[in-house]
């Protein structure tokens, strides 16, 4: 891990990205010595310490963004013409690159950048090796949410992909930890509730469902003064319509304009104590918490206190009437997707036939970038210069890759990278475009994964996933989605190695921040955070939260992975704060995207819509609008 760690476990002496020296008048032939090299080529998914957007992957577009710096002029290029680039090798970008040699031809020579050390974006996939046992993680996008409402774009591609997903409800295993008596807990932190303990949780998930079992001997233990109890049980199981006497449209009106923390103090009469309880269940969703999200928007996932309102006519209601469930999920979550794109895009570099053996089979790295692919995955370049060239034929893209600049030449491009880079890298943005462009904030987030060697103490607390009211780092972490496929099987045994998933959201709550302000201010607080300032973090949250079940971090962690996206989830239109009638079909998104000559934008931002079907869509969109030209 990067810095000194405050564990004694072991660590890897990290051969990747080393370079082989090899001493001269050597006999090897340079078959032999390629083999070797491949050998100790990276891996990325198996670094770990600071991930996600790890040092190095940024700092080129900060220096263009912030300071406005130049890079100078590339040498000549010897590469030929390329039919397209692609800026950005996230899932937008890589299904670009697929619908683009779909529809144009296989034949057509494509070259994908990308600025991180490992392609697919937030579809990051996490490896850990645990005492000889290979598990696996999610280091950003999780699952296929809702893949019914796909458009057929989506929906086809994975089907293209060979993603069946008919197949998950066999290897999704939905009563497992409810074979197990085990059920969502709710950890109060000594630091901000007077006494550490981890309890049954009785407030629900963010889609407001409650475990009725126990829940009123689970509330007389919360750490809580009586009143708070007393009110907590009549906000969750009260029926009670808390703005009787108004008008549906007034109701609807009342309801965008004010938070549900607001709603909670001022219409249900709740007590601080139950407002800061319910405040961060929606963080793994939003971003934010319920300080920056509107009472409509909680009565639309069914909070506490909503479900008398009686908006069915005017509003849906989708945390009560979930039909498909959320079962659509790899071990290394939608990074399966991307190698699935990857090995259709570079064939070779996998050997993987179906997407059982997608999961666990090796991708060669090495292999990404031959000259005898006719698409190519160039890592670690950062794109400085998008422009259509004087013949208005062609595009012209400088990038910096080791520190020098590069030039590719494409008939096409599409740029699939953040949002908000691109009035900093393509001049032709029009300052209209632009400023439709910066109306989104993108949101900051930290997805963690930690290797245990075993989960007993989860397994003796009887819980598998945490929620933690009103935490300065991790407001939710678990055991991973209980999914086999192929030759990977979840962990079904406590005595053995497992993953720990936790979420981390940066905000700043009930200081009067709009959600922009708390995305804006929580980059800025990661960016500050060195991996040591995660790791004590994390140990001392995994410790305080699990120790009655006799967790020891020191002894039981076996690595830690901190993927940090302060650039994380595409800004989506909340309504606490936007015109009611932006959506991700209207917005100045729609503005922002607009074609520029032979450059097109795709990415889940341009689509307002934090989802993988966003990214795709965005995808079909912008190679739609670039084979019209052809």
């Known amino acids: 891990m990067q810095g000194a760690s405050q564990l004694t476990i072991s660590r890897r002496d990290f051969l990747n990205g080393c370079a082989l020296s090899l001493a001269a008048g050597t006999a090897l032939s340079p078959l032999e010595i390629l083999a070797m090299e491949r050998a100790h080529a990276p891996y990325p998914p198996l670094l770990q310490g600071m991930r996600g957007s790890q040092a190095g992957s940024f700092e080129v577009a900060h220096a263009a963004a912030l300071s406005g710096a130049r890079f100078g002029k590339p040498e000549p290029t010897n590469e030929a013409v390329y039919d397209m680039v692609v800026v950005g090798g996230g899932l937008s970008g890589l299904s670009a690159a697929h619908f683009y040699r779909q529809r144009a031809g296989k034949d057509k020579r494509v070259l994908v950048l990308d600025n991180h050390d490992d392609f697919g974006g937030h579809a990051r996939r996490n490896e850990f090796d645990v005492d000889g046992r290979r598990l696996l993680c999610y280091g950003g996008s999780q699952s296929i949410d809702t893949p019914s409402e796909y458009s057929d774009a989506a929906a086809g591609l994975l089907k293209d992909l060979g993603i069946h997903l008919d197949k998950f409800y066999e290897y999704f295993d939905r009563s497992f930890f409810e074979r197990r008596n085990s059920r969502p807990a709710i950890y109060f932190d000594a630091d901000i509730f007077g006494k550490a303990a981890t309890l049954p949780n009785a407030l629900g998930d963010f889609r407001g469902r409650v475990d009725p079992k126990n829940v009123d001997s689970a509330i007389d233990q919360y750490p809580i003064d009586e009143d708070a109890r007393l009110a907590l049980k009549r906000l969750l199981f009260e029926e009670t319509d808390y703005l009787a006497g108004r008008s549906l449209d007034e109701k609807i009106s009342l309801l965008r304009k004010i938070s549900y923390s607001d709603f909670l103090r001022k219409h249900a009469g709740m007590p601080e104590a139950i407002v800061g309880l319910l405040r961060d269940n929606i963080k793994g969703y939003w971003g934010v918490g319920w300080d920056a999200l509107s009472a409509l928007e909680a009565y639309r996932l069914d909070q506490p206190g909503m479900g008398a309102l009686e908006l069915e006519t005017r509003q849906g209601r989708p945390g009560k009437d979930l039909e498909e469930p959320y079962i659509f999920h790899f071990p290394d979550g939608n990074a399966s997707i991307a190698r699935a794109l990857v090995r259709e895009l570079v064939p070779g570099c996998i050997s993987a036939d179906t997407m059982e053996a997608l999961v666990t089979a090796k991708l060669d790295y090495a292999a990404l970038d031959e000259a005898s692919q006719t698409c190519r995955i160039r890592l670690n370049s950062t794109a400085v210069d998008v422009r259509n060239a004087r013949d208005r034929k062609h595009v012209d893209v400088t990038y910096i890759r080791n520190g020098k600049p590069e030039s590719a030449r494409a008939r096409h491009v599409v740029l699939a990278c953040y949002n908000e880079m691109i009035p900093h890298i393509c001049p032709e943005v029009s300052p209209a475009q632009k400023k439709a462009i910066e109306h989104a904030e993108k949101v900051p987030l930290v997805y963690i994964s930690v290797a245990v060697r075993n989960w007993k103490a989860w397994h003796a607390l009887g ?168």
């Open 463 to 630: 819980t598998h996933s945490i929620y933690a009211p009103q935490s300065t780092y991790m407001h939710s972490f678990g055991l991973d989605f209980p999914v086999s496929i192929g030759d990977y099987r979840f962990t079904d045994d406590p005595s053995t190695p497992a993953v720990i998933h936790g979420t981390y959201a940066p905000t700043k709550p009930d200081m009067g921040l709009t959600d922009k302000q708390q995305s804006v201010a929580g980059r800025g607080r990661l960016l500050t955070m060195s991996f040591d300032d995660h790791e004590r973090l994390i140990l001392g949250q995994l410790n305080g939260a699990l120790k009655d079940g006799g967790f020891d971090a020191e002894r039981d962690i076996a690595g830690i992975t901190v993927n940090r996206w302060p650039h994380g989830y595409a800004y989506e239109y909340n309504d606490l704060y936007e015109p009611a009638e932006y959506n991700p079909s209207n917005g100045p998104h729609i503005a922002g995207r607009a074609r520029m000559g032979r450059i097109s934008i795709a990415n889940s931002d341009s689509s307002a819509y934090a989802y993988v079907d966003g990214a795709i869509d965005a995808a079909d969109r912008a190679v739609s609008e670039q084979l019209a030209l052809a």
